[in-house]
């Protein structure tokens, strides 16, 4: 069975400082695929990335990265110069090969003080 | 361009009563989905549809039915609501399996 785990469970920062999200995941697949999800306090989830098990390299879009790193089955996600508006709740997503269902973790809540 | 759509928004049922959750997607996507949010939890899948025809369990199935009779709809029926049901359901879709999901805007559901 696949599992998620965001020990995480909020986290609170000042504005412009860095914040670094956790990620750990089981599966018994070769072949998986990752993701990131946000949900603002408005409650929509939206999209953030999407990464395959065989691709380990950094990403990195504008104040956000993500470190995959499956020596550690650990996928990262780190936002640089945190604002306001980055305050949400943050899903760590595994998606299975088979029927491409994806198992949630419990999320991460992040606020940002100004 | 509306993307993924549910109602209602809101519900307020009664233990015992039954309701249908409606979701359609205008993007044909293949792949549909049903969530359920907890309060302070991840999503947990109820279940999915890889076509329409084809619908199988997803993680928490027990007192949920849904059919997929078009490529566009994906309903979701809630017999004899307890109060367990009381949750945040999302739909969502993706074109294929593994890629990203489209989320519709989410029902709150109270049963009382």
Known sequence: AQKVTQAQTEISVVEKEDVTLDCVYETRDTTYYLFWYKQPPSGELVFLIRRNSFDEQNEISGRYSWNFQKSTSSFNFTITASQVVDSAVYFCALSDTNAGKSTFGDGTTLTVKP | ?112
């Open chain 2, 1 to 112: 361009n509306a993307g993924v759509t549910q109602t209602p928004k809101f519900r307020i049922l009664k233990i015992g009563q039954s309701m249908t959750l409606q979701c359609t997607q205008d993007m044909n996507h293949n792949y549909m989905y049903w969530y359920r949010q907890d309060p302070g939890m991840g999503l947990k899948l109820i279940y999915y549809s890889v076509g329409a025809g084809i619908t199988d369990k997803g993680e928490v199935p027990n007192g949920y039915n849904v059919s997929r009779s078009t490529t566009e709809d994906f309903p979701l029926r809630l017999e004899l609501a307890a109060p367990s049901q009381t949750s945040v359901y999302f739909c969502a879709s993706s074109w294929v399996k593994n890629e990203k999901l489209f989320f519709g805007s989410g029902t709150q559901l109270s049963v009382l």
